[in-house]
């Protein structure tokens, strides 16, 4: 089956870019997510990438896709340290989102 | 965001209790899903509802039942549980059939349980 594969900590110091990366096996994958939790709370998407996309930027996130080596990252300019939380990598296979896999989270740890 | 909300938020219980997990989405979906977060474990999806018809079941154990009585609400329903059950149970909703768009899930923000 799909594995979706995160470093479990990362940690940064404020003001620093973080960069939080993801690797996927399943080739068909369509979109792939990155979601964010934080303490006590669900998931939140926090952006998404089509998968015959290179790269999508939003404000302070930018997300990098390399579908050759199945490799995705989210680096996010900046950090704050309510930027600290766990990050998820996600991907599914077709449009809906039904067949989604997440990764293990990662958790980012912003220093004062 | 109050999209997607869950009830209780924290529950404790006996392996010979019954209780249920609530779940209520306010966003206008046709589609709800159970997932269980463990520490240090992916999430995994336990039931997708799609227009109410439940349309997968990833082996979980009959002690959990699901049950959507409209697209706007979803539980969970538990008994005789075991504490390797003690996990965070997130409820989702999404729109299917977007139409080139992701069909993105919203997540509430759990149940915390622990089965004693």
């Known amino acids: 089956g799909e594995d979706v594969e995160q470093s479990l900590f990362l940690s940064v110091r404020e003001g620093d870019s973080s960069v939080i990366n993801c690797t996927y096996t399943?080739?068909?994958?369509?979109?792939l997510y990155w979601y964010k939790q934080e303490p006590g709370a669900g998931l939140q998407l926090l952006t998404y990438i089509f998968s015959n996309m290179d790269m999508k930027q939003d404000q302070r996130l930018t997300v990098l896709l390399n579908k050759k080596d199945k490799h995705l990252s989210l680096r996010i300019a900046d950090t704050q340290t309510g930027d600290s939380a766990i990050y998820f990598c996600a991907e599914s296979d077709r449009t809906g989102a039904n067949n989604l896999f997440f990764g293990t989270g990662t958790r980012l740890t912003v220093i004062p | 965001e109050t999209g997607v909300t869950q009830t209780p938020r924290h529950l404790v219980m006996g392996m010979t209790n019954k209780k249920s997990l609530k779940c209520e989405q306010h966003?206008?979906?046709?589609?709800m899903y159970w997932y269980k977060q463990s520490a240090k474990k992916p999430l995994e999806l336990m039931f997708v509802?799609?227009?109410?018809?439940?349309?997968e079941n990833n082996s979980v154990p009959s002690r959990f039942s699901p049950e959507c009585p409209n697209s706007s609400h979803l539980f969970l329903h538990l008994h005789t549980l075991q504490p390797e059950d003690s996990a965070l149970y997130l409820c989702?909703?999404?729109?299917?059939?977007?139409?080139?768009?992701?069909?993105?899930?919203?997540f509430g923000p759990g149940t915390r349980l622990t089965v004693l």
């Open positions: 989702a909703s999404s729109q299917e059939g977007t139409g080139g768009n992701p069909d993105t899930q919203y």
């Open positions: 966003l206008g979906h046709n589609a």
């Open positions: 509802y799609s227009l109410e018809e439940r349309v």
């Open positions: 399943d080739s068909s994958s369509t979109y």
